[in-house]
């Protein structure tokens, strides 16, 4: 007979050794599942759309085998159809799709939609931040009383002397609008 300590402690093993084989949600054996069902119904739709085309081309060209020349006009036209679905797809669904009016836009697909810049009074007086001080406010004035709470933020999280920027992107990723919030102002610190 073992003892109580013998299979409490073999007990503890296999709850352990289970748990170490088995750390996913309990749905992912359906999920599983589900991705197995998609890709089996997946191919047999796909499968059996190229049967109906290879099959109709077929009949296209036995009935007109003798004379080759009056299926040419059949082959040409789905040929420039594909063609033309293929250059429409691109011009719509393509990076050129994406782009903004800015010529140095980038075009990404899903840009984050907002940008948190700190920015010291060395950076503001340099002239980088240029770009930035052309974008129009968010709210349309910087006086719009619905976004204090965000400005208020922004000046808690401003370097002395410098500005904290939320910027506002497209999907293409570029800034459409700002936010800004001012920092303390303190006095330079002259060496003697």
Not at 69 to 74: A, D, K, Q, R, T
Not at 161 to 168: D, I, S, T, Y
Request: proline share 6%.
């Amino acid at each position: 007979m073992p003892s109580p300590t013998t299979s409490s402690s073999s007990t503890c093993a296999a709850t352990t050794s289970n748990s170490l084989l088995c750390k996913h949600s309990p749905s992912a054996t359906l999920d599983l599942l589900i991705l197995i069902l998609v890709l089996f119904s997946g191919t047999f739709l796909i499968s059996s759309y190229f049967s109906y085309i290879v099959h109709s081309l077929s009949l296209l060209l036995s009935q007109s085998s003798p004379h080759f020349l009056p299926s040419v006009p059949y082959i040409l036209g789905f040929l420039l159809l594909f063609i033309s679905m293929v250059l429409l797809l691109e011009f719509c669904c393509g990076r050129r799709s994406r782009k903004c009016h800015n010529p140095n836009c980038k075009g990404l697909k899903k840009a984050m939609e907002f940008d948190l810049q700190l920015q010291t009074d060395d950076c503001v007086r340099s002239g980088v931040a240029d770009d930035i001080d052309r974008l129009p406010w968010k709210g349309g004035s910087e006086s719009n009383p619905d976004y204090e709470c965000l400005r208020a933020e922004l000046r808690r999280m401003a370097p002395a002397n410098g500005r904290a920027v939320l910027l506002f992107r497209a999907r293409c990723g570029c800034a459409i609008a700002k936010l800004e919030g001012w920092g303390p102002k303190r006095g330079r610190k002259h060496k003697k």
